[in-house]
C-alpha cells in the first residue's frame, strides 16, 4: 500500500501529512512490477500520486471502489493517464501471474467497500497479507466474511502471514454493523429536528443505512465535506449506494430553506475533529450554509482514531455551547459504531486457522505490535519466528524461505 500520515500536533511542526520512506526501492526501480493496494482509505493510498511517480510508474492493482478512489486523486494531481491500472475480481479466487510473482486478491471485511487482502507466491516464499480487516457475517455492502476461503489459501502452507493488530488489546469478537443500524435509526426517529451525522467519508455502508432510513422516515439527507461528496458520488456510479430519487440532494442554502428542518439528515465530514473538517468548521460557526441550533441533534458514528482526542473534545465543546444534543460512541446508550478492524477473538481465530511459518505484526502502534506478538508466543510461534518491525524497517527472507529476520 501507499499511505500517507496526518501530521499532529508537535510531532511535524511544518508539516501537513508524512510520506512513507522509499529510498530502499528506489535503487530497484526496474525491477518493481506492480502495486498492489489493498483498500482504498488514504492511509493505504493517500501518498500513492507522490510515490507512483518516484517508482517509476508501476501498474496498481486493486479492487473496483480501491481503483476508483486512486483513479479521483490521481485525476486531481493530473497523473491518470500516467499509470496503468487493473481492476481485479476479490471473489475470483484463482491465482494470476505478475512477472515471477503469483497471486491472488481475497475479499476481507472493513468500514471500506472492497476491502482485500493479497496472498502472493514468490520464489522463495508464500505471503500472505490479511490487509485491514474484520469477520463481519451480515455486512451491509460487501459479501459475508467466507471463513472457507481464507482456509483454501493457506492450505498451500503460508510461509509469511502480515497481519494487522490495530485492537490486538480489545477481547471478544468485533461487533455486528447489524446492531448499529437498527440504533441508529431508533436515534433518528427520537430526534425533534434536525439530524447531523458525523462520519467517515469512506463508510459507505453506514452512509447506505442513514440514507435508507430518511427514505423510511421520509427525511431528506445533505452531503457535506469535499471527500464525503466524492466517495458518494463514487459509490452511486459503481452501484454500491443505492437510493430513491430525490433522497439526497446538494447542501446548498436554497435546497435547505426548501426542506423542513424535522426533515433534514446532514451527513459530513470531520469527526475527528480535523481543522478544516466539515463538522469542526459547522462546530466553530465558520460553515456558510449551516448553523448548528438547540434544537439539533449531533450523532458522531465514529470513533476516535488515537492522537485525535484532544482536537475531538474541541470540537464537541462548541457544540455543546450551541445547547444541541451530543450523542457519542462512548456516551451514548445506544451503539452507534461499530469498529472495522477485528478484535483479539478474530486474531486468535486467524492464528489457529492460517498456521504461518514465520509472523509479522503490522498496522499498530508499536505497543500493539507487541501485544500481537505475545499472542502468537501464546499459541505456539517461537520468538525467532515472529518479526517486529516498525515502520521503514527492512525484512529480509533468505535460504528459500528458511530464514526470515529484520535487517534494518
Not at 442554502?253 to 459547522?282: D, R, V, Y
Amino acid at each position: 500500500d501507499g499511505g500517507l500520515e496526518f501530521a499532529r500536533g508537535g510531532n511535524s511542526p511544518g508539516f501537513n501529512y508524512l510520506l512513507p520512506d522509499i529510498r530502499f526501492l528506489q535503487p530497484h526501480i526496474k525491477r518493481i512490477k506492480a502495486m498492489f493496494i489493498t483498500h482504498g482509505h488514504l492511509d493505504h493510498i493517500g501518498a500513492l500520486k507522490n510515490l507512483v511517480p518516484a517508482l517509476g510508474f508501476p501498474p496498481i492493482y486493486g479492487a473496483p471502489f480501491t481503483i476508483a478512489m486512486i483513479k479521483k486523486g490521481f485525476e486531481e494531481a493530473g497523473l491518470k493517464n500516467k499509470v496503468q491500472f487493473f481492476t481485479v475480481n476479490p471473489d475470483a479466487g484463482k491465482m494470476a501471474n505478475v512477472g515471477v510473482f503469483k497471486y491472488e486478491f481475497f475479499r476481507v471485511n472493513h468500514t471500506i467497500p472492497d476491502s482485500c487482502g493479497v496472498y502472493i507466491e514468490t520464489p522463495s516464499a508464500r505471503i500472505m497479507h490479511m490487509g485491514d480487516y474484520k469477520v463481519e457475517f451480515f455486512p451491509r455492502i460487501d459479501k459475508p466474511a467466507n471463513l472457507a476461503n481464507y482456509a483454501r489459501i493457506a492450505s498451500r502452507g503460508i510461509d509469511i502471514l502480515l497481519q494487522e493488530t490495530t485492537n490486538s488489546a480489545r477481547q471478544e469478537w468485533t461487533t455486528s454493523e447489524t446492531k448499529v443500524t437498527g440504533e441508529l435509526k431508533q436515534l433518528i426517529q427520537e430526534a425533534r429536528e434536525r439530524v447531523i451525522v458525523g462520519n467517515f467519508s469512506t463508510l459507505i455502508s453506514r452512509i447506505q443505512d442513514i440514507v435508507t432510513i430518511a427514505q423510511e422516515l421520509g427525511r431528506t439527507v445533505l452531503i457535506n465535506g469535499r471527500s464525503m461528496v466524492d466517495c458518494v458520488a463514487i459509490s452511486r456510479e459503481i452501484g454500491y449506494l443505492k437510493c430513491k430519487e430525490g433522497v439526497i440532494k446538494p447542501l446548498d442554502k436554497k435546497t435547505m430553506e426548501s426542506i423542513p428542518e424535522s426533515k433534514q439528515i446532514i451527513i459530513t465530514t470531520g469527526a475527528q475533529g480535523e481543522e478544516f473538517g466539515g463538522l469542526n468548521n459547522i462546530s466553530r460557526g465558520d460553515h456558510p450554509t449551516i448553523s448548528i441550533k438547540p434544537s439539533d441533534t449531533i450523532i458522531l458514528s465514529s470513533s476516535i482514531i488515537p492522537g485525535n482526542e484532544k482536537s475531538v473534545q474541541a470540537m464537541k465543546d462548541n457544540i455543546a455551547r450551541t445547547g444541541a444534543k451530543i450523542v457519542h460512541y462512548r456516551t451514548s446508550e445506544v451503539f452507534i459504531h461499530s469498529t472495522g478492524h477485528g478484535n483479539r477473538g478474530e486474531i486468535e481465530w486467524l492464528h489457529k486457522k492460517l498456521k504461518p511459518k514465520f509472523f509479522i505484526p503490522i498496522h499498530g502502534s508499536h505497543y500493539m505490535l507487541r501485544l500481537h506478538a505475545e499472542l502468537a508466543y501464546g499459541l505456539g510461534m517461537k520468538e525467532d519466528e515472529v518479526v517486529i518491525a516498525d515502520n521503514g524497517s527492512i525484512v529480509d527472507i533468505i535460504d528459500n524461505g528458511e530464514k526470515i529476520f529484520r535487517s534494518e
